[in-house]
């Protein structure tokens, strides 16, 4: 199994950026897929989260107004879309899997590897 994030980059505050996650070996449909995010020095936060069918997709509500989660199955693959950047956003963005749950770490059973995000002012 392996999930696999990439798309991070530097950006200027106020631009846009998406980062992506491709599942192999298992079937997104089957899993609650979430980003997490850790900043320097930071402990790693919740930052969304969407069911298999996308029907209870959750952002954390300082990020609600800029940060959106989407998923297509078919493709295997979860998007973040960011909009709006900020420097308090720059950290490394991280995809998991969770059987259930998906609104902590414990629940994630399978995590990719982070891309960095890097927002300048």
């Known amino acids: 199994v392996q999930l696999q994030a990439f798309g991070g980059g530097l950006v200027q505050a106020g631009g846009y950026l998406r980062v992506s996650c491709v599942a192999s070996g298992i079937s997104l449909s089957d899993y609650v897929m979430g980003w997490f995010r850790q900043g320097p020095g930071k402990e790693r936060e919740f930052v969304a989260a969407?069911?298999?069918?996308?029907?209870?997709?959750h952002v954390v509500d300082f990020l609600k107004d800029r940060f959106t989660i989407s998923r297509d199955n078919a493709k295997n693959t979860v998007y973040l879309q960011m909009h709006s950047l900020k420097p308090e956003d720059t950290a490394a963005y991280y995809c998991g899997a969770a059987a259930s749950g998906g609104w902590v770490e414990d629940d994630y059973k399978y995590w990719g590897q982070g891309t960095e995000v890097t927002v300048s002012s």
């Open positions: 969407a069911s298999w069918s996308a029907s209870a997709a």
